[in-house]
């Protein structure tokens, strides 16, 4: 079973967070007990004092998770109707977290979790998740890289700013793995590349 990152890893600015996310797993125990899981490929990091942040003009009960403990999963409804993923960052009572836009999964499509409602969609998280600790115990928990996968290097990642936002446009606080086709949307002139599964995620065996 994959080791759950410790807190210790989320207590830190969701933009240190944000990139050191990328090429580690979400994990999800599933009601028979096996494991749903794949590698992050995209973030997004997001800050009191940023305008696009949940928490920017107050502290209410739909966004009090973001202001909690780091180590919690804070999960949204966007337009009513898309559920958001998000890991809360930092220390509490300062709304800091950052979001999962991205997830490659083995042996399934390159884009079966390709932006954060995708990525909602095909773990079943929901609003029942909010609040829920990162932890085996609680059956849904991130996990650090796998052994054997090489240390990723600065070059190996994108940073850009924020989509589907409408403040904060220019932070960039955006960061994918640019070997990857299950990023929800590449910047401006990165192309996408033409090997899929970069990572060797298919390969991965499932009690590593």
Known sequence: MPAP???AF??????????????CLLVKRQPDGDLLWGAIVETEAYS????????????TPSNETLFGEPGRFYVYV?????????VVTH????ANGVLLRGVALPHEPERVAAGPALLARRFGIDRQHDAQPADPEAGLWLAARPPGWTAL???DLVQTTRIGISQGQDLPWRWYLRASRSVSKRARGDRTPARADALGVAALPMGF
């Open 5 to 7: 990152l410790p807190q």
């Open 10 to 23: 989320f207590a830190r600015p969701a933009e240190q967070v944000a990139p050191d996310l990328i090429g």
């Open 48 to 59: 009191q004092d940023d305008p696009a942040c949940h928490g920017y003009r107050r502290r």
């Open 78 to 86: 966007s337009y009513g109707i898309h559920h958001c993923v998000n």
């Open 91 to 94: 220390r509490a009572d300062w």
């Open 153 to 155: 290097e600065p070059s």
